[in-house]
């Protein structure tokens, strides 16, 4: 894993990957950025041999299912991609529910 804070003057950093193998063998990439441009909405997506999921990370919807044997949805085009460029400016509902619940 590597993070490091490449463009914004925050105290955090503003770019992170990594790369993870599981047990399974299975490997998995990890990137979260706010320094990229333009910016995305929070987005999961997994990708394997019998299919892919995109599912947006913000609001807990699926965007994209396309899973071998099941039915297919697509609505990535109709929910938009882009968001917030400037993290100060992100919603922070979500951070704050989850420090709540550790605290």
């Given at each position: 894993?590597k993070?490091?804070?490449?463009?914004?003057?925050?105290?955090?950093?503003?770019?992170?990957?990594?790369?993870?193998?599981?047990?399974?063998g299975?490997?998995a990439t990890v990137?979260?950025?706010?320094c990229i441009?333009?910016?995305f909405?929070?987005?999961v997506?997994?990708?394997?041999?019998?299919?892919?999921?995109?599912m947006?990370?913000?609001y807990?919807?699926?965007?994209?299912?396309d899973?071998?044997g099941?039915?297919?949805?697509?609505?990535?085009g109709?929910?938009?991609?882009?968001?917030?460029?400037?993290?100060h400016?992100f919603?922070?509902?979500?951070?704050?529910?989850?420090?709540?619940?550790?605290?």
């Open positions: 894993a993070a490091r804070t490449a463009y914004h003057d925050i105290e955090v950093e503003d770019i992170c990957s990594a790369i993870i193998t599981f047990k399974s299975a490997t990137n979260s950025m706010t441009q333009p910016a909405k929070h987005r997506e997994v990708h394997g041999t019998k299919g892919t999921v995109i947006n990370g913000e807990d919807k699926i965007l994209f299912w899973v071998i099941e039915e297919k949805e697509d609505i990535i109709s929910f938009g991609v882009t968001d917030i460029s400037d993290p400016f919603p922070m509902d979500r951070h704050k529910a989850n420090l709540q619940d550790a605290i």
